[in-house]
């Protein structure tokens, strides 16, 4: 095989195109097909009402992508056009195709504004023509658990709750032609059940979005005696031009990019017969290799669920679920980012690529050989039960759940590039989760209804680490927490309209983490909904609300993350393969760390606007942060702060050509400032994330996360001081550079639907903000940028400011003067951490961050019902100053290093796709 592409990978790459084009093979001969057979066919029915008396004006409407939540709907916005009414015989017709959804509403003015929802199903067995399976929208909040949800998230966002669809007591109807119409009645049950297949593949390929550009014109040397040289002692690119030395040959660090791909198949099964109850079984296997994103490896996950009714008012549930995931080379250390310092460094007169056991200098490893020596292996091993019961009352509704959860993850790390080496950790951590949770919805009187809940969790950590060094022993922890919450969850004080509600859920946390053991929260809520006319029109509905939030948050029991690692470290150290250090709540907290959040919001609905708006503010007290002393990390109470904010939706349908064509557009903004109150060290400042001469910090009276750095030394007015050879001086204390935080960020999504053909794009803006672009500074040392392709050959320059006499500044420099020797030049003089000052840089961006184009084939064959296809791209191109890779990402991956730019990995274009057959 070619070096770099192991066996299995070309394996997988081989089986991945072999299926591709089988599939598409039968995408294609579907699609040619499918126009044939998957005709759409017009059904005639008759609504009756509960003594047989037909109805008029009843409306039916097809509902294959939305629910109608309300009845106004049905006359204003996209569903006006589309509605099919009742004649005076109660008599309709509609085209439908196999398996669409329907809603049938009642005239308000002959019954209540009720709705019936159906969902027409094929005989898998031929033994009748069909049938339409009666749903139920549930407007109790169910867990992501619940077999019945329905895997779509498109429904309106005006219902008052997320709806929830379920076949409600195995009512089952068909459709019987007379008389060329067609009408709707209850007939029996069917004899052998229903059963659902869905067989599901997913494929995509995934390429750096690299930006960073190199320079070709020089080779690996520096200045003796006054003239450049080539050497391959050194790792600086300081010496003669390619054409001087005669090089063919150049290396390209791209190379180092290797494509990644990820596989998965699911195959999912309903089964469901009135007197057993619904089956429901999943087993899904995803595998994937690349380099960065996504990395090497692979998972699997199963599930096995049951419910069952029990007579019309009782319902059970019994869920099983479990996965285990395998990852080598997986995020967690340095690694990675030496793997790009290695690429980006590798002189051009260095063909690491094929010399991949040659170390590009005596410092600096080749980054084809830490792809193929890394070790690094983290597994997950989780299993969730869960048992639901509900039981529907005249009275009340209840809800009651039991879950129980096991998670176990495996890391093991060491140093590679280091031959012989053993590992470094090797961690054990095992979470057992226990919770159960009680909802009751009692109705009062008319529309007035009362909420009441109750929680209770349990949770039990075990951590054991064990370190190759002998001076460190082993370490083994545990931890346990519970808490208890119950109150009103909601209360309805008034009807629909108007309506005032309130919700007041007060609990109380016990942890042995702190030494205040227990800790007091509250989550409270008030909303008021109303109508009010706009131009004599009584067609605005909405709501104002405040929202109250007192809670206590447990520390980690360990928290791995490099960071810590990184701020005792100098620059110096980065490319020596840091160890992680564990971060281990070996001895209870003070306190626990609390959070007060209000927020007030307002939301406006008129005709197909919605308009949604809410203003934030919450404080933290007692914040964790992590304090080096006694050569080890430990977590200590350390600061306090706020953030303030602004949420704006506005979202919209548009209904062209009968509804043909439907454009829903939204438009997300989020304006925040935040500011650190206190600091509870003795210290000034205290760092967050980075290393010794570049950081992000708690600083009083600053921004959250203010990036502090090296910077130049200036008079009082803001003048650079200058030294005697004319550059700039270096401060001796670090100085704020700026404040990463952007100054607003706004999303604007699309959905364009066609008939079955739906186009979704959604594009991002981040504005504002500073980042510190470590990756440019550490290139201009080396002489690798093409910041000093040209720069290097300046000659005469002044840099204006105060020279040490105190007068204006005269003395001019050359930038690169091989006469005083490679290490006086321009970049090389301030040392391999350089001038922070001179790279921070805006990382405000415009980013293209998703298209997806999916099409459903509705073919209503004997075995194949129907075809889902879609097509996706992420991260296509983004639009940004900054001259790094992509300013949205963070140092070594860590949420809390956004700002931090020291060969952060490059964003990456994925094209996928999927597909779904459903049989």
Known sequence: MRYGIPLLFASLFRLLLEKMIKYTSLFLFICATQTLFGQVHRYEGKITDATGRPLKDAVVVSVADYIVSNYRELSTGLYRRNAIRSDDNGVFGIDLHDRDRIQIWKYPGQLPTTYQLYEFRSDPFEKSGGYLVELVVAREQYNATDMYSVTDTSFRADAVRPLVLRNYGGAYYSMVEKQSRVYIHQNSKPKYGLMDINLTFGGSFSKANDRVKLQKDYVQGHAVGGQLIASDDVPYSWGPSVGQVGLEKIYDHKNIYRSGYQASTALDMTYSKDDLGKFYGEIEYKKKQGVFDPNQGKSWSTQLNYARHLGTTHHLQLINKFSHTDEDMPMIGNNYA???????????????????????????????????????????????????????????????????????????????????????????LKTKLFDTNLQIKY???????????????????????????????????????????????????????????????????????????????????????????LFDAKNIRGSVWTKFDLSHLEPNQINNDIQFSLMRYSIRDFQSFLPMDELLLRDPIDKLQRKINYEIGSEFKLNHWILEGSYYQFYVKNGYVPVWEHNQYRLENGVDYQQRGVRISLSSAFGLSDRQIVWMPRLDFH?????????????????????????????????????????????????????????????????????????????????????????????????????????????????????????????????????????????????????IGTENNRWRRYGLGGVAEDVIEDASYLRLSRVNISRSFDLSWRYLQKIDLAFYVENLVYWSKYTGNFPGSSLLGQNNAVGLDYFNSPLMRTFGFNLMMKF
């Not at 209770?456 to 370490?475: C, D, G």
């Not at 794009?761 to 990756?775: A, F, Q, R, V, Y």
């Not at 005469?796 to 091989?818: E, M």
């Open 443 to 533: 109705y009062l009187h008319k529309e007035k209804v009362l909420y009441l809940q109750g929680n209770f969790w349990y949770k039990n950590q075990q951590m054991s680490l064990t370190r190759a060094q002998e001076n460190f022993a082993p370490v083994a922890l545990s931890h346990q927490s519970l808490e208890f919450q119950a109150g009103l969850v909601r209360k309805e004080m008034d009807g629909y309209n108007p309506n005032w509600s309130f919700d007041v859920l007060p609990s109380i946390l016990s942890s042995n983490k702190s030494r205040n053991k227990t800790a007091f929260n509250l989550v409270g809520q008030v909303q008021r909904n109303f109508n009010f006319n």
């Open 338 to 428: 030496n793997v790009l310092l290695g690429a980006y460094l590798s002189p051009v007169n260095l063909d690491a690529k094929s010399q991949p056991t040659s170390p590009i200098t005596g410092l600096y490893t080749n980054p084809w050989f830490l792809l193929n020596s890394n070790r690094d292996n983290q597994t997950n091993t989780k299993y969730i039960g869960a048992l639901k019961y509900d039981w529907t009352h005249p009275q009340f509704f209840l809800v009651a759940n039991l879950n129980y959860q096991y998670q176990q993850d495996q890391l093991n790390f060491g140093n590679v590039g280091m031959a012989n080496q053993d590992m470094l950790i090797n961690r054990n």
């Open 671 to 819: 304006l925040f400032r935040n500011k650190v109150d206190k600091i509870h060290t003795a210290a000034e400042r205290i760092q967050i994330a980075g290393m010794q001469e570049i950081s992000k910090n708690y600083v009083a009276g600053q921004p959250i996360g203010v990036i502090m750095g090296t910077a130049y030394e200036r008079t009082t007015d803001g003048q650079l001081q200058i030294d005697d050879l004319g550059y700039p001086i270096i401060a001796k204390q670090q100085k704020i550079l700026g404040n990463p935080n952007p100054d607003f960020t706004l999303i604007f999504g699309n959905m364009l639907r066609y008939r079955k053909v739906r186009l979704d794009i959604d594009l991002e803006w981040s504005k504002g903000g500073k980042i510190w672009n470590g990756t440019r500074q550490m290139l201009n040392y080396m002489g690798r940028s093409m910041e000093t392709t040209t720069a290097r050959l300046l000659k005469d320059q002044l840099f204006a400011g105060i020279d040490p006499q105190g007068n204006k500044n005269n003395k001019t420099v050359d930038y690169y003067d091989p006469r």
